[in-house]
């Protein structure tokens, strides 16, 4: 059987970076030197070996890169061929510092490995080890890092920071922080001064026909950092968008006590339970908040700007403080509460909702309008659970009224409750429903015009009027 005798060496070119990110590759330069004593033709096949030397990991762990393979025609005794082996840090990696090393397998013209006479020179370790770091941004020195991470599903995705600050994993061995990922601003600038940063968590597209366009934050194959499921943060945030995102619990929550100098926009997609009902907390003020798929629970425990929400179905979105507006659609056996008790909640707040069924909306503020394109029920008929309350409502619409096409739209199978509260003005103004009025309307105060196209309900005085002014369900 053909033998060879290879040996390796790292190129003295080699010169890695002070860090990497999940995503980045190292390239290390070699040559292969025909250390028999005839000629050798064949090929070399060269890897890159990453061993983890954290004192937390024991035993070590060992990684390797796919093989550099360079073709060796007739190389003399002595002889050597060069060429270049690359390895991609991939966010699965249990470790975050290593020790690299080269090696080299030859193999015959056909790419079949042969024996190697002396195994004593087929591998080389380098005196520089590579650290891996899980940033995104600004930082040590290095601009626009962007992270480039896997899911347990195998679904690609991206973390990045803008505005001059830095995102950071953090596992807390070594800090004593709570673990999460930590959004860090430009370095000696105070919060109040610091420039507006935006965390981008963005889905990448590929052709794994068993990935999903879901991505798993808190299963998302990161290692050492697997799990980690809360954001510190107490930096003048502009936005974090994160479509396509899947977590069974996140918490905007701040690093240390102090004013957040301006609110946080906030885009998710997918909020999903991982094993039960997934949720979402977040504890500071909070910009414009767009949020879609909700099958957990997300809860704001601050004020908010404007509130965007599309596609609730079992599940909850909760506001425990003022918001500039809220838009809903597609919500089924869903909850939806905004609590404010101070004083500026006799703000107007206007309110759009659309293809509502067997949901509850609960408004603790005085809105100035609310409009609804339909309000329906599984069973065809109101149901307990299925209704809008607030402490005020200017003007109720409920439209556009039924065609052939959508002979539902217009339609408001659910009740209302207007109840008013302490130093605020108590009614419910105008009433205009295009379609069916199959509810009860129940008031704690004054009442203006209501007007409906078809009215089904035991609450009012004259079941077939199309206009009326209300009597039985008033109380005031």
Excluded: C, H
């Excluded at 309008?369 to 619409?397: H, M």
């Amino acid at each position: 059987m053909m033998a060879a005798d290879l040996g390796i060496a790292i190129g003295d070119a080699f010169a890695p970076l002070a860090f990497y990110v999940p995503g980045e590759s190292v390239t290390v330069p070699f040559a292969v030197r025909n250390n028999g004593i005839d000629a050798f033709t064949g090929k070399a096949s060269v890897r890159v070996k990453l061993t983890t030397n954290n004192s937390n990991i024991d035993p070590p762990l060992e990684v390797s890169s796919l093989p550099a393979v360079v073709t060796m025609t007739n190389v003399a005794a002595d002889g050597t061929v060069t060429g270049n082996v690359t390895f991609v840090f991939t966010s699965d990696l249990d470790g975050y510092s290593f020790d690299v090393s080269l090696e080299v397998t030859p193999q015959t013209s056909a790419g079949v490995n042969i024996e190697d006479e002396w195994l004593d020179d087929n591998t080389v370790q380098s005196d520089q080890g590579l650290e891996l770091e899980y940033v995104a941004g600004n930082y040590g020195g290095r601009t626009g890092l962007v992270m480039r991470l896997e899911d347990a599903d195998g679904t690609d995705f991206t973390v990045a920071m803008t505005g001059g600050g830095y995102a950071q994993f953090d596992d807390g061995v070594d800090s004593g922080n709570p673990a999460g990922l930590y959004l860090w601003g430009v370095n000696g600038m105070l919060n109040s001064a610091q420039p507006a940063q935006t965390l981008s968590v963005t889905y990448i597209a590929d052709t794994d026909t068993e990935s999903d366009d879901t991505i798993n934050f808190d299963d998302a194959g990161l290692g050492v950092f697997d799990g980690i499921d809360t954001i510190y943060s107490n930096l003048r945030l502009a936005a974090i968008v994160a479509p396509n995102l899947t977590l069974s619990t996140m918490t905007l929550a701040s690093i240390q006590s102090g004013v957040v100098a301006t609110p946080t926009a906030i885009t998710l997609r997918d909020i999903k339970p991982s094993f039960d009902f997934g949720e979402v907390s977040i504890g500071r003020p909070v910009g414009a908040f767009t949020v879609r798929d909700i099958t957990g629970i997300v809860n704001i425990n601050n004020s908010a700007g404007a509130i965007r929400v599309n596609n609730i179905t079992e599940g909850s979105l909760t506001v425990d403080g003022l918001i500039t507006s809220l838009t809903a659609q597609d919500l089924t056996f869903a909850s939806v509460s905004v609590n404010f008790e101070g004083t500026a909640n006799r703000t107007a707040v206007p309110i759009t909702l659309r293809d509502v069924s067997d949901s509850s909306v609960v408004l603790n503020l005085q809105l100035s309008t609310v409009t609804v394109r339909k309000w329906l029920t599984a069973e065809g008929f109101p149901a307990s659970g299925n209704y809008l309350a607030a402490r005020a409502i200017g003007t109720l619409t409920v439209g556009p009224a039924p065609t052939t096409a959508d002979p539902t739209s217009g339609n408001f199978f659910g009740d209302v409750f207007v109840i008013g509260g302490i130093n605020r003005p108590t009614q419910l103004g105008t009433v205009n429903i295009a379609g069916v009025l199959a509810g009860s309307l129940f008031v704690n105060g004054s009442v203006g015009a209501v007007t409906a196209r078809t009215v089904n309900s035991g609450s009012f005085a004259d079941p077939t009027a199309s206009s009326w002014t209300p009597t039985m369900a008033v109380n005031g």
